[in-house]
């Protein structure tokens, strides 16, 4: 095919009908994509379509979906450097497609050097507005809200950044259905009170105010990665909250010590096997004070509280502490649901829900949902 002289530069700030998705600082100059199934939206109307990519990392590099008319059609990782990429060419110059570049890989809380950047498009024709969706939802939780291990066989065990989707993922299978924009804040092996090895910084609530607090390194910060989330500019209609899976697996964890302090901290079991008391009601505190974080920055969101892919022992302790949150305030708009467990077939790379956990979910959730809504 002939090199296409119509082919026109535009940076994301001259887009007036560009639509970003994820938490971000709000810069488009150019615009860092933090998280889980954030990126861009476009209605585009010509034949040939181009965006312009950076990327470094040491570690975990990031990958992309693109979807045209709600079908994903490509997906690739991106190696670092700053390049062009085509997302389609050959396309009839007189449809509109409706374009979504989607960053399939979560935030990399353990590489500093991790960070992605879309600078600007290249493109034949016209961008249109885009329609509002009816709803707002943000997801919050782990690993399996990350889509880790969607991708890839059964067998497949590396921690690579490859095994992860959002495409694939409850939280977009809800948000389609549901005719809705979606938010993700999530990472592997986090929890509510700790993470799966006992460390307890690694909480989501901690971080939740910041735009993207859990990263780590010089480069993020200087992209904006600690500042303040602006909650103001999207007040989701739903907040649906994935955590617990992995404070259930720090009671099977040895201590974690932390190394600046000497301290030390272990979720215990009792030797018949059941949980400590004291530390179920430490979790069930955590659970209590996030909600509360939850409901100060989303004034008016449905709060619902999921669990349930990788298995509910924790779901007793997240019902008595949302039961107790309900008395304490008169919420009416809080509540829990379990998610159908992962079994033998349903089961993905990583010993990790795969894409029929993830569909079973969704379709269970999508139920639930919209009784509330």
Same mark, same amino acid.
């Given at each position: %095919?002939?090199?296409?002289?119509?082919?026109?530069?535009?940076?994301?700030?001259?887009?007036?009908?560009?639509?970003?998705?994820?938490?971000?600082?709000?810069?488009?100059?150019?615009?860092?994509?933090?998280?889980?199934?954030?990126?861009?939206?476009?209605?585009?109307?010509?034949?040939?379509?181009?965006?312009?990519?950076?990327?470094?990392?040491?570690?975990?590099?990031?990958?992309?979906?693109?979807?045209?008319?709600?079908?994903?059609?490509?997906?690739?990782?991106?190696?670092?450097?700053?390049?062009?990429?085509?997302?389609?060419?050959? %396309?009839?110059?007189?449809?509109?497609?409706?374009?979504?570049?989607?960053?399939?890989?979560?935030?990399?809380?353990?590489?500093?050097?991790?960070?992605?950047?879309?600078?600007?498009?290249?493109?034949?024709?016209?961008?249109?507005?885009?329609?509002?969706?009816?709803?707002?939802?943000?997801?919050?939780?782990?690993?399996?809200?990350?889509?880790?291990?969607?991708?890839?066989?059964?067998?497949?065990?590396?921690?690579?950044? %490859?095994?992860?989707?959002?495409?694939?993922?409850?939280?977009?299978?809800?948000?389609?259905?549901?005719?809705?924009?979606?938010?993700?804040?999530?990472?592997?092996?986090?929890?509510?009170?700790?993470?799966?090895?006992?460390?307890?910084?690694?909480?989501?609530?901690?971080?939740?105010?910041?735009?993207?607090?859990?990263?780590?390194?010089?480069?993020?910060?200087?992209?904006?990665?600690?500042?303040?989330?602006?909650?103001?500019?999207?007040?989701?209609?739903?907040?649906?909250?994935?955590?617990?899976?992995?404070?259930?697996?720090?009671?099977?964890?040895?201590?974690?010590?932390?190394?600046?302090?000497?301290?030390?901290?272990?979720?215990?079991?009792?030797?018949?096997?059941?949980?400590?008391?004291?530390?179920?009601?430490?979790?069930?505190?955590?659970?209590?004070?996030?909600?509360?974080?939850?409901?100060?920055?989303?004034?008016?969101?449905?709060?619902?509280?999921?669990?349930? %892919?990788?298995?509910?022992?924790?779901?007793?302790?997240?019902?008595?502490?949302?039961?107790?949150?309900?008395?304490?305030?008169?919420?009416?708009?809080?509540?829990?649901?379990?998610?159908?467990?992962?079994?033998?077939?349903?089961?993905?790379?990583?010993?990790?829900?795969?894409?029929?956990?993830?569909?079973?979910?969704?379709?269970?959730?999508?139920?639930?949902?919209?009784?509330?809504?």
């Amino acid at each position: %095919m002939k090199e296409n002289r119509n082919l026109k530069v535009h940076t994301l700030l001259d887009i007036e009908n560009l639509k970003v998705h994820g938490r971000t600082t709000g810069c488009l100059s150019p615009l860092t994509v933090f998280w889980t199934g954030s990126g861009i939206e476009l209605n585009a109307k010509g034949s040939e379509l181009w965006i312009e990519v950076e990327v470094d990392y040491d570690m975990y590099e990031p990958w992309i979906s693109v979807v045209i008319n709600s079908s994903p059609v490509s997906r690739q990782m991106l190696t670092a450097g700053r390049y062009w990429i085509c997302v389609f060419r050959g %396309m009839n110059e007189n449809e509109v497609k409706n374009v979504c570049i989607v960053r399939d890989v979560q935030a990399m809380n353990g590489d500093p050097a991790s960070f992605m950047q879309i600078h600007a498009v290249k493109f034949d024709g016209e961008f249109l507005p885009i329609e509002e969706k009816k709803y707002k939802i943000e997801f919050i939780g782990d690993s399996i809200t990350s889509g880790e291990g969607v991708i890839g066989a059964k067998q497949e065990d590396d921690w690579i950044s %490859m095994w992860f989707s959002a495409i694939d993922n409850y939280s977009t299978i809800v948000a389609k259905a549901l005719n809705a924009d979606y938010r993700v804040i999530s990472e592997s092996g986090w929890g509510v009170l700790t993470s799966w090895d006992n460390n307890p910084h690694f909480n989501i609530p901690q971080y939740y105010e910041k735009v993207c607090g859990i990263l780590t390194g010089e480069k993020n910060e200087t992209l904006g990665a600690f500042k303040a989330n602006d909650f103001d500019s999207w007040q989701p209609d739903v907040v649906v909250v994935n955590l617990g899976t992995n404070d259930r697996g720090a009671f099977n964890s040895p201590e974690w010590i932390d190394e600046v302090t000497g301290e030390t901290y272990k979720q215990r079991l009792n030797e018949d096997g059941t949980f400590n008391e004291e530390d179920l009601k430490t979790f069930e505190k955590a659970v209590y004070d996030f909600l509360v974080k939850l409901r100060k920055f989303n004034k008016s969101a449905n709060i619902v509280w999921v669990n349930g %892919m990788l298995g509910g022992e924790m779901l007793p302790a997240i019902y008595r502490a949302v039961d107790i949150y309900v008395k304490n305030t008169g919420e009416k708009k809080v509540s829990v649901f379990q998610l159908p467990n992962t079994n033998e077939e349903t089961v993905g790379s990583r010993k990790h829900p795969g894409k029929l956990s993830h569909e079973k979910a969704a379709i269970e959730l999508i139920g639930y949902l919209k009784e509330i809504l």
